[in-house]
């Protein structure tokens, strides 16, 4: 595998100083950003470029040193015209995300702080997503979501997607599913803004070019009554991809491939920041895969570049107006990591931590039990997509149990609605069907991190499972005795095939 610390690597190359010629188009040396008026299926062609080079005046301000993207979101949120690593800043929050599991917790520690009859600092921008444990009879966990009805209809909250009927999801309208892929769905993912969250994945957001992070319930409350949080201004790490992306390869192998180059704690505490000729190739899913899981490194946010890519997709869900940001050519990075994509090979993540990273193909002898396709991770359209697509050119059955979960709604109907490119015309769900796969399910968070004993495809045995999820630890899909194998989508649905690890090489090419 690629060493961090052996420059010669095909692979990688790594320095602890930032370099003044990392290959990298030129940046002004102070930034300039244009005001984004967007309007729902109203594409701008006014930045085209992941690094643009003009832009009009920076709200932040004139800049005497370089900042990276978070460095100037922050900054902006701060009402500050320059921040530098360390800093602690009370930031203004844009938007503030929680769920079933930790909602009624920061509402609970809200009105124990402001009052019984105090009400949020704005209904309009926070977003409540019960998401977690949902589809169970457990009844402590079917009162969290009541505890957050209860709530959002006292704080008037407009972004409120509730479930009433747990008999069959499409009968709920407002229901969306995993809040993660859902703020990106529904338009609340917007180039420099600061997003929270109370789920460490809050991070995903950090695709489309925005300071975004997880919080605990007691900061989550203080934002509810404030808008406001204490923050301080994280280093930041660049990870510079570039080369044709291999047609075998996801952004679930690249994000694999870094944390087992830096560790689970490589990146404690900074900012991952994301660019290069393969992530200006990547779509908007598969680059929310790679900022999915740079909290599995120990990360505050991972970020990257907004573009063309980035624009299209937000500008056809929100006509709210966007600043995006752009790292200055001077900016100040604590490393630097470069990687040629086309020499990476697909990998996972073996038992018990994202870390422990090996090739696909070391791991054939491994037998395993279960295949899961879904979370935040791993079961957006495009997740699907690939599985379908490896089930489809191999013509053959799973040899164990496949479970699909999608991420939310719109992926469901998907996958039941998009014709599988080279497919003649077939679906995911008529191709998942003919592989012999579990029929996809109501869309949650499912087993990914294990819930009540009913939860569909929990581990409930001690089984080895390949998962398009992003955490192995002992126990998080159940059974503490369980070994999970992080994969591409790829991967699994070819481990799905075989019974053991499989590289997806061998049915992709």
């Not at 930041?236 to 992306?245: A, K």
């Not at 491939?257 to 404690?268: F, L």
């Not at 490119?421 to 990914?448: H, L, R, V, Y």
Request: aromatic share 8%.
């Amino acid at each position: 595998m690629a060493s961090s610390v052996i420059s010669s690597s095909p692979f990688l190359c790594k320095s602890s100083q930032p370099k003044k010629d990392l290959g990298f188009p030129s940046f002004p040396k102070s930034s300039q950003i244009s005001v984004h008026r967007c309007q729902k299926r109203s594409i701008s062609r006014k930045i085209v470029s992941v690094m643009a080079p003009q832009r009009s005046s920076s709200t932040t301000g004139s800049v005497k040193t370089g900042m990276t993207m978070t460095e100037k979101i922050l900054a902006k949120a701060a009402e500050k015209s320059h921040v530098v690593p360390g800093d602690n800043i009370w930031v203004n929050v844009d938007v503030l995300m929680t769920h079933d599991v930790c909602g009624p917790g920061a509402f609970g520690i809200f009105k124990r702080e402001f009052g019984e009859k105090a009400k949020v600092w704005d209904p309009e921008k926070i977003v409540v997503i019960p998401d977690h444990y949902i589809f169970t009879t457990d009844k402590r966990a079917n009162r969290n979501v009541d505890i957050m009805r209860e709530h959002c209809r006292e704080q008037n909250i407009k972004y409120f997607y509730d479930i009433t009927d747990l008999g069959d999801f499409r009968a709920n309208p407002d229901y969306k599913g995993v809040c993660h892929v859902a703020l990106a769905q529904e338009g609340h993912c917007r180039p420099g803004e600061v997003l929270l969250g109370t789920d460490s994945h809050t991070c995903t957001a950090g695709a489309f070019g925005q300071f975004a992070t997880g919080i605990g319930n007691t900061d989550a409350g203080f934002v509810l009554g404030t808008g406001k949080i204490l923050l301080k201004v994280p280093p930041t790490m660049r990870f510079i991809l570039d080369g044709e992306m291999p047609s075998y390869l996801q952004a679930k192998d690249l994000i694999l491939q870094i944390i087992g180059e830096i560790s689970v704690a490589g990146a404690t505490y900074k900012t991952m920041e994301f660019s290069g000729t393969t992530i200006e190739s990547l779509t908007m899913e598969e680059r929310m895969t790679l900022c999915n899981m740079v909290v599995e490194a120990g990360g505050k946010n991972g970020v990257i570049p907004p573009d063309a890519t980035t624009f299209n997709y937000v500008e056809n869900r929100t006509s709210v107006p966007f600043e995006p940001v752009y790292s200055d050519g001077n900016a100040s990075f604590v490393a630097d990591y470069r990687f040629d994509v086309s020499k990476l090979e697909p990998v996972v993540a073996k038992p018990h931590s994202p870390d422990n990273r090996a090739l696909a193909r070391e791991c054939k002898d491994v037998k395993i039990d279960r295949v899961y396709i879904g979370s935040c991770t791993g079961g957006k359209t495009e997740d699907f997509m690939a599985a379908a697509k490896l089930f489809h050119a191999a013509g053959k059955q799973v040899k164990v149990p496949t479970f699909l979960v999608p991420a939310t709604q719109k992926v469901w109907m998907d996958v039941y609605a998009l014709p599988v490119p080279g497919a003649g015309g077939k679906t995911c769900a008529q191709i998942f069907e003919e592989a012999g796969c579990d029929t996809p399910t109501s869309p949650s968070c499912g087993a990914c991190l294990g819930g009540p004993a009913d939860t569909y495809a929990r581990l409930n045995e001690p089984q080895v499972c390949v998962s398009t999820t992003n955490r192995n630890f002992p126990g998080r899909m159940g059974h503490k005795e369980g070994q999970i194998y992080l994969a591409s989508p790829y991967t699994a649905a070819a481990s799905a095939l075989t019974g053991h690890v499989t590289d997806p090489r061998e049915f992709l090419q």
